[in-house]
């Protein structure tokens, strides 16, 4: 099968540039031949206002460009991770005129939320999901906290939803969870166009001991993640050790607040195999979220390490981290809650290994690099079959 994968890179790396580059490892190690074609948002520098805003909604540079590569690959299927905002729907558009159905995994909720996370001051917010013209995110300025930036998204999200592009020009849309593919369907996407497949690691690490007595926190250090939540948590286990890996626009505060916390060590950004021994040796992972997190890729690589996860039991982590098989759930915001559940994981040693083993189990049920090929190939046969039947009729 020959594949163009397409994707827009942001400035600052991320969970789907992981994803990206997972499925070209694993689409490849299987025999395929995949072409990527990308952009990165390093050239928004070069451009104006009025231009970005343009090309968001259209990029007629995106047309030709595609247009040429598909022409020449003749691709089976072409998969979109990233669109926003240089590549843009006018890949669909390319696609569509050589007649290759498209694929597009959401890896956040852009189709129905200016800001692409449904979560706005602090708290969860839906304002957008049901209204044609995602009015609010301009009047809150919701990306970027520029107005000009935020009208620019809803305008995209205006124009391509008059034109039926989301209905028309996508074959095939992958949400990561059941609850990102329900606000989905919520927000206008044909419920029969969403399928859902999880994120996977190409490379098994392989399970941890768990035995470095110490919880661990692994992620962006931004408000959204719950940090001062989990800082409070903390305040009230005095005799349990955290180690809190990552970097963001809090971590000054954050430090700060450490250092009243003797038992909180503030370790900054690691690559990703630091990271992997962490969680190897780690007692359970820390998910304090307080907005929708898609599919965290710490969540499966803690899962792959055998490590039990205490998240706060909304959107996604509901349905990803099952109590007593994965891990543990508290309420969100709540620091004693957290606190309980946290102490009651580590308190007992023998309970702990034989939930490292049931996460470890669900692991490999589920979300191993043979399971996600096998899923992703029904997906693209899927797509091909029922754009054949259609150019048939």
């Not at 390093?42 to 040429?68: P, V």
């Not at 308190?347 to 979300?367: C, F, K, M, Q, W």
Request: glycine letters at 8%.
């Amino acid at each position: 099968m020959r594949i163009l994968q397409a994707h827009n890179f942001y400035q600052q790396p991320g969970g789907e540039d992981q994803v990206y580059a997972a499925e070209f490892d694993l689409l490849t190690r299987n025999g395929h031949d995949v072409r990527q074609y990308s952009v990165h948002n390093d050239a928004l520098r070069e451009l104006s206002g009025w231009k970005i805003a343009y090309r968001t909604i259209w990029n007629s540079q995106t047309y030709a460009s595609a247009s040429e590569t598909i022409r020449q690959f003749r691709p089976g299927i072409i998969h979109c991770h990233n669109t926003f905002p240089l590549v843009s729907p006018a890949i669909y558009y390319a696609a569509a005129k050589r007649q290759v159905p498209v694929v597009q995994t959401l890896h956040n909720y852009r189709l129905i939320c200016p800001a692409a996370t449904l979560y706005r001051d602090g708290r969860i917010c839906e304002d957008c999901v049901r209204h044609a013209v995602p009015y609010h995110g301009v009047i809150h300025k919701c990306y970027r906290g520029d107005r000009g930036a935020s009208a620019a998204v809803a305008s995209m999200l205006t124009v391509h939803r008059l034109a039926k592009t989301w209905t028309g020009k996508v074959k095939t849309y992958i949400a990561l969870t059941e609850f990102a593919r329900s606000k989905l369907i919520q927000g206008g996407l044909l419920p029969e166009k969403i399928v859902v497949k999880p994120n996977f690691l190409v490379q098994d690490p392989g399970p941890g001991s768990g035995k470095g007595g110490f919880a661990l926190f692994v992620g962006r250090l931004s408000a959204e993640k719950g940090l001062t939540t989990l800082l409070r948590a903390w305040a009230c286990l005095p005799d349990l050790q955290l180690q809190i890996m990552g970097d963001g626009p809090l971590r000054s505060s954050v430090e700060a607040e450490a250092e009243r916390l003797p038992n909180v060590t503030i370790l900054g950004f690691h690559e990703r195999p630091q990271v992997l021994e962490a969680m190897k040796s780690a007692a359970c992972l820390i998910m304090p979220s307080e907005w929708y997190e898609g599919f965290p890729m710490t969540l499966v690589e803690a899962m792959a390490c055998g490590t039990p996860i205490v998240a706060s039991d909304l959107g996604s982590l509901h349905e990803l981290v099952q109590e007593g098989v994965t891990g543990t759930r508290f309420a969100p915001g709540d620091p004693r809650h957290l606190a309980e559940k946290v102490r009651a994981l580590m308190s007992s040693p023998d309970g702990n290994a034989a939930l490292r083993s049931r996460v470890r189990s669900a692991y490999e049920e589920t979300y191993t690099a043979a399971k996600n090929y096998s899923h992703l190939m029904n997906i693209y046969e899927r797509a091909i079959s029922d754009t054949s039947k259609s150019s048939t009729r």
